[in-house]
Structures are given as C-alpha cells and as structure tokens.
C-alpha cells in the first residue's frame, strides 16, 4: 500500500509531478510517497489546476464558491459530455464522537468547518464530485462520492444502522485525531467490531486535526501501522479555508483555492477505490470498473 510521511499539513499545493513516473510529488498539506507498485490506478496529481481541467472545475464553482449540489441536481458537464465515465460511490464514516467526522466532510465540500462540536442525529450524506485523470489510460473521470457521516450515539443506539451502512456502501473511513490519543489506540478495536476480521470492504483511514502542533501520534506508529495493516492513512487539516471579499464586505470562502487544498486528499482517494475494486474485480480490469471507457473527451469550455 501507498506509503504517507506527514511533515506539513495540506493548506495549499504547490505543483505537483506524477507519482506513477516514479517522480516525488510535494505539497505543503503533507508528504505523499507513492509510485507506479503502490497505485495501479494513478492520477494525473494536481491536474485540477491545469488549465486543461479549467473546464471541469468551474462546473464545481458557483462565481468563487463551492458549488453544492442537491439530491436531483448534477454538474452540467454530464449533460455536454455524455461519453465522461460517472464513478458512483458511496462510504460510510466510522469513529468516536468529536473526532472530526462533520468537521472533514464540510472541508472537502467546500463549506464552513463547524468550531463547536455538535453530536450527528442518525446519518448525515453529502455528495462530493470530483474529476480526476488517469494516466493510464489518459482519461478523465468523475468520480460521484457519497459520504454517510453516522453519529457514534446514534449507532450504538439503534441496531439498524451499522448493518444498513454496511450493505448499502462501497467502503469505510475510520478516523483517528492527532490530537487524540484514545482514539488512535482505539482504532484497531474501531476497524475490527465495524467490520469483522474478514471484510473484503474497502477500508480507509483519516487522521484529522493534522495542523496540531501538539500531535499525540508519532510518524513511526503511523508507519508501523501502514506496513502492518496495509491501510493508507490520509491526513485532513480540520480548518476552513481561505476567504475573498464579497460584494457586502464579508469574507467568503474561496472555492477555488478550497478545491487546491483538498486536491491530495481527494485523489489520493480515486486511486484507493479503484485500485481496491481492481484487486476484487475478478479479473476485470480497469474497462470493466468504469463500464467500458469512450474516446477521450474534450475539456469542457472554459
């Protein structure tokens, strides 16, 4: 599994060069170290801030804000390019009340992190789209992420829930906080009561609050759990964003410096789930897990 050295936190990204060449990727939100052995499913990294993908990422932006898409609604680029490969998943979230569940799903929407922990009622969804491009093949997708963000009270309260989690979803996020020591200790426990020691469901775990400068986790557990687990453990700053003025005076969030900052973080995620939905695909390759793969499309305009 793809091997995570935290040493910065990701706040914004620099330019970034392909991991699967062989070639170090840098940004200051963390020091991913990946190459071709570890993601059989490589994205292009930080192509979201080509001008090749100008196109694809204003779909996400309403003016300079995240664009935030409801139950019925899509991005218009579905409609002008039929032939773009549509990945819908879905991942339920796992771990202990206030470690930072809500306060993650709200940064990778582009919205405002909550400062005051507030318990989850039963399961919360949010819908992430994000296009990302393969280097092999040269193809873009878009991935349709739904997140279930389930409160630990209301779990251990109704018994319905975790089973109906575990049957109507594509994977797991368990969380840990850097800055929460029982909750790393915890997360073996989490992963093993969640799932079963057999589970071929996709597992993935966050480690949030990563901009602490008081960790309680060493980067030797974090490596030593990474080779014995074989799970990526992926770093969030659980902090709102940078602002632009509005027309009224008040700081808005900028959304397109918003989608910088999670780009790591997302595409890190498109190559977990393909390259897991790969290794039980039965021999499927990568045209049957995208449904069969059309021409490359041409960038939406700009």
């Known amino acids: 599994s793809a091997r995570l050295h935290v040493t910065d936190v990701i706040t914004n990204t620099e330019e970034e060069h392909d991991t699967c060449s062989g070639q170090k990727m840098h940004s200051q939100e963390d020091d991913f170290t990946s190459s071709a052995e570890d993601a059989p499913f490589c994205v292009v990294k930080g192509w979201q801030q080509t001008s090749e993908a100008r196109g694809y990422v204003n779909t996400l932006l309403k003016r300079h804000k995240r664009r935030h898409f409801g139950l019925l609604e899509r991005p218009h680029l579905l409609e002008q390019h039929r032939s773009l490969p549509l990945l819908f998943r879905r991942l339920f979230l796992v771990g202990k009340s206030g470690v930072g569940k809500t306060s993650t799903v709200s940064k990778l929407c582009g919205?405002?992190?909550?400062?005051?922990?507030?318990?989850?009622?039963?399961?919360?969804?949010?819908?992430?789209?994000?296009?990302?491009?393969?280097?092999?093949?040269?193809?873009?997708?878009?991935?349709?992420?739904?997140?279930?963000?389930?409160?630990?009270?209301?779990?251990?309260?109704?018994?319905?829930?975790?089973?109906?989690?575990?049957?109507?979803?594509?994977?797991?996020?368990?969380?840990?906080?850097?800055?929460?020591?029982?909750?790393?200790?915890?997360?073996?426990?989490?992963?093993?009561?969640?799932?079963?020691?057999?589970?071929?469901?996709?597992?993935?775990?966050?480690?949030?609050?990563?901009?602490?400068?008081?960790?309680?986790?060493?980067?030797?557990?974090?490596?030593?759990?990474?080779?014995?687990?074989?799970l990526i453990v992926l770093p969030i700053a659980n902090t709102t964003g940078p602002r632009v003025l509005s027309g009224n005076g008040k700081g808005e969030l900028d959304g397109r410096a918003g989608i910088a900052a999670v780009t790591p973080f997302l595409n890190t995620l498109v190559e977990v789930l393909l390259a897991h939905e790969q290794q039980h695909s039965k021999g499927e390759g990568l045209e049957g897990i995208l449904g069969g793969l059309s021409p490359e499309t041409e960038s939406p305009s700009q």
Request: with cysteine.
């Open 111 to 230: 919205r405002e992190v909550p400062l005051n922990h507030e318990e989850t009622l039963g399961i919360q969804t949010s819908t992430i789209y994000w296009p990302a491009k393969l280097l092999a093949p040269k193809k873009v997708v878009l991935l349709e992420l739904e997140l279930w963000d389930t409160g630990e009270r209301a779990m251990n309260k109704f018994d319905h829930i975790l089973p109906a989690c575990k049957q109507s979803t594509d994977g797991a996020i368990f969380f840990f906080s850097f800055t929460d020591r029982y909750s790393w200790e915890e997360l073996p426990h989490l992963i093993a009561r969640t799932l079963g020691p057999h589970s071929d469901v996709l597992k993935l775990v966050v480690g949030t609050h990563a901009d602490s400068t008081t960790r309680e986790v060493t980067q030797a557990e974090l490596d030593h759990f990474q080779k014995s687990t074989r």
